[in-house]
């Protein structure tokens, strides 16, 4: 491609404004499609002929955005690591509020460490957030930052039952993790694709990487928290690349720590790997066992799965030899079950089955039941359709498929149904605060702001500030007159579940189904399951999904193979 030659004298600036000017063009385009269905095009025909000039092919415009495509499509792949940074709360300015990274970690670390001396760690419910909050409260001790206390955040209604972080002003709350970034958050960090929940003055930097603790333990910290060794363990198991390592769902799933017969080192230490990850997500569930595990431990593997051993025997917790036998149960009920089943192959399966034996349930069960199937296509009755490939083939990206696409193909096919369907913010605040409490975060306006930015409607510009205080006070505290002002402003399903889901190439999510025809009032009576009864609407929509998914993805693979 012809370089453009530099006027001497000049200093070259354009490299550093061209991520401005695109995202310009890209957030334009909302504004082109909200008036493209607002406005009556035929209306007048000198406008029509000029813009079917501009858009026809061969068109103006339509030629110039073909080059810009090729163009951006000709340049290469941005490299694995980026720049990570974190940003104070309540900062304005981005050049001068961005905390950046050199060589001796946080470069504001001092300064936060004297306006903060004590912190409390907000992580994910799995692995990477166990070892991702252990390397940041090691980080954070070792600058005079006392780490007092943690807490487990989970995606769902989950997220806004969490605790409130201690009304003290010299306690810092960090969050670690974590997508959904939350403005009473002063460090937040993440690894995942994309980022929501975080105010304009909370912008953050985040890095795209393997796995959190990679960002924590070797760019964050000036040294190494966790070994080379175990953060490339923890980031296959984050990302479930077994394939490329050689691993099974019988590694995976694996509950006895047996020593290789052969002494080989690196099979120990994957199997230790593997069962700390195992141990951990079987006793997630438990009451204050992940805070406790992360309050206690240091940043190593061995010392992670010694503790949960440890804390187990404490609490007595179920033996890893009984939740074997609930887990090979499982497995055998699973293989009979009629919500199972195999089709050319895609295993289709919907809910989880029984799983109320402690260690009964693993999610890569499905591929040990068909280990040569290429996907699996599973629905949960919470609306939730999940479509991943098989992550033990060599692989991944099966077929010439795009699960990520094909989800959004598939959404198309509802677009219309689920557009005209209005959830009400009295239904999202009383689903999302299902399990909150007086001391919970709760679901409020400016959750509602993150997520659904300027999809809401009803919202007349007279009325915000009344609807904000009322969305930022608990449901439980509110009137029924407060309940009916909430009534009146709503998001579509569709920008619900567009908000909601996500995912690539060989694993996504539709979510967010299950605001499709609630209630905008908590039910009464006591719940009590009846098999007569016809399933809510929400059931049967996200079962009609999951079905559209698997007949396109056979359509998908029979004009690839």
């Given amino acids: 491609m012809k370089k453009i030659k ?16 695109l995202n310009d063009l890209i957030n334009v385009l909302p504004v082109i499609q909200n008036l493209s269905k607002t406005k009556d095009l035929n209306a007048d025909e000198g406008i029509v002929q ?10 103006d415009l339509h030629v110039l955005v073909q080059e810009l495509i090729d163009l951006l499509e000709s340049l290469p792949d941005k490299p694995s690591k980026s720049t990570i940074g974190f940003q104070l709360r309540g900062s304005q300015n981005l050049d001068e509020s961005t905390i950046l990274l050199k060589e001796s970690g946080l470069r504001e670390i001092g300064a936060l460490a004297e306006r903060y001396p004590k912190a409390e760690i907000y992580f994910h419910q799995d692995l990477d957030g166990v070892a991702t909050a252990l390397a940041m409260k090691t980080y954070l001790e ?8 943690s807490h487990v955040i989970q995606y769902g209604d989950k997220e806004f039952s969490v605790q409130k972080p201690k009304a003290q002003g010299d306690v810092m709350p960090v969050l670690v993790d974590f997508a959904h970034g939350k403005p009473i958050f002063t460090i937040h960090t993440d690894h995942h694709d994309t980022q929501t929940g975080v105010e304009d003055e909370t912008a953050t930097q985040f890095r795209g990487a393997r796995s959190n603790v990679e960002t924590i333990s070797q760019v964050v910290s000036p040294q190494d928290l966790f070994t080379n060794e175990d ?35 690196p099979k120990n230490k994957w199997m230790l790997a593997l069962l700390t990850n195992k141990l951990l997500l079987a006793y997630k569930n438990k009451p204050g066992f992940l805070e406790q595990l992360v309050m206690g431990s240091s940043p190593s593997l061995l010392n992670i799965y010694q503790n949960i051993n440890k804390i187990a025997k404490e609490e007595g917790y179920a033996t890893p030899e009984e939740m074997l036998q609930h887990q090979e ?14 089709e050319d192959g895609i295993i289709v399966q919907y809910g989880g089955g029984r799983m109320f034996k402690a260690g009964s349930y693993d999610r890569y069960t499905p591929f040990k039941i068909y280990p040569d199937a290429d996907f699996l296509v599973i629905a949960w009755p919470m609306g939730l359709v999940q479509a991943s490939c098989n992550p033990f083939k060599e692989s991944r990206a099966l077929k010439g498929v795009n699960l990520g696409e094909l989800a959004q193909s598939v959404l198309l096919e509802y677009q219309p149904m689920l557009e005209s369907e209005l959830v009400p913010l009295s239904t999202l605040k009383r689903i999302g605060e299902t399990k909150a409490t007086e001391k919970s975060i709760g679901f409020k306006m400016s959750d509602v702001y993150a997520f659904y930015e300027d999809k809401i409607e009803g919202l007349n510009h007279n009325y915000v500030n009344i609807v904000t205080d009322i969305m930022n006070k608990p449901w439980s505290r509110l009137s ?39 209630g905008k009032r908590d039910p009464q009576g006591k719940y009590s399951y009846d098999k007569n009864r016809e399933p809510s609407p929400y059931v049967t929509l996200t079962k009609d999904i999951q079905q559209s998914f698997v007949e396109l993805l056979k359509s998908k693979i029979n004009s690839t193979s």
């Avoid at 530099?6 to 000017?21: D, S, V």
């Avoid at 070792?142 to 206390?149: E, F, H, P, S, W």
Wanted: aromatic residues 10%.
């Fill in 6 to 21: 530099e006027a001497i004298g000049f200093i070259k600036t354009y490299e550093g404004e061209l991520p401005q000017h």
């Fill in 50 to 59: 000029r813009l079917y000039s501009l858009l026809a092919d061969g068109g």
């Fill in 142 to 149: 070792a600058n005079g930052i006392n780490v007092i206390d």
């Fill in 231 to 265: 953060i490339m363990m923890i980031s296959t198991i984050d990302s479930a690349d077994y394939a490329k390592h050689g691993i099974s769902p019988d590694d995976v799933m694996n509950y006895i720590f047996k020593l290789s017969e052969t002494g080989d080192v």
């Fill in 329 to 342: 149960s499982y497995v055998e009920k699973q293989r009979e079950s009629e919500n199972v089943r195999y």
């Fill in 480 to 518: 029924e007159k407060q309940k009916q002002v909430l009534d009146r402003v709503g998001v579509s399903v569709w920008n619900i579940v567009q908000s909601n889901s996500g995912g690539h190439k060989c694993i996504t999510n539709i979510s967010g189904l299950n605001f499709y025809k609630r």
